[in-house]
């Protein structure tokens, strides 16, 4: 796997999208909130700083699920049968997407806030 070319690499990459778009619920919802986001910060125009906080946190939450979904492929098929360290780990990259998520709401309604004027625009 080591050393191809950047076509090749990101073929790959598109691919981990596609799995994860496929088999979990969940990052197709993200990818929903995801492009509402587009739309409203479209709409909204907030300051471009706002407006990056809210890209780079949304962006967080689909590498979040994409991490969880890759370490849930590896562990099930290393170690099909339940573990509770297995499922500590399981746990714990679901608990950094839900991190991630409420950041990325609470950047939001910042971002809402400070573009209807509710807030002073820093």
């Known amino acids: 796997m080591k050393n191809q070319s950047f076509a090749r690499r990101l ?3 598109a691919g981990g999208v596609r799995t994860a778009f496929r088999s979990e619920a969940s990052f ?8 509402a986001a587009a739309v ?7 300051p471009l ?9 949304g962006g967080a939450v689909l590498a979040a699920e994409l991490l969880n979904t890759a ?10 049968e339940q573990h509770p360290t297995i499922q500590a780990a399981k ?17 939001g309604l910042l971002t809402l806030a ?9």
């Open 11 to 13: 073929t790959h990459a």
């Open 91 to 107: 746990d714990c990259a679901a608990a950094a997407v839900l991190v991630a998520s409420m950041a990325a709401v609470l950047i």
């Open 71 to 80: 370490l849930e492929h590896l562990a099930d098929r290393l170690h099909p």
């Open 114 to 122: 400070v573009s209807l004027h509710l807030l002073d625009r820093a």
């Open 40 to 46: 409203a910060l479209a709409l909204l125009r907030p």
């Open 28 to 35: 197709r919802t993200q990818l929903l909130l995801a492009g």
């Open 49 to 57: 700083v706002w407006a990056a906080l809210c890209i780079v946190s």
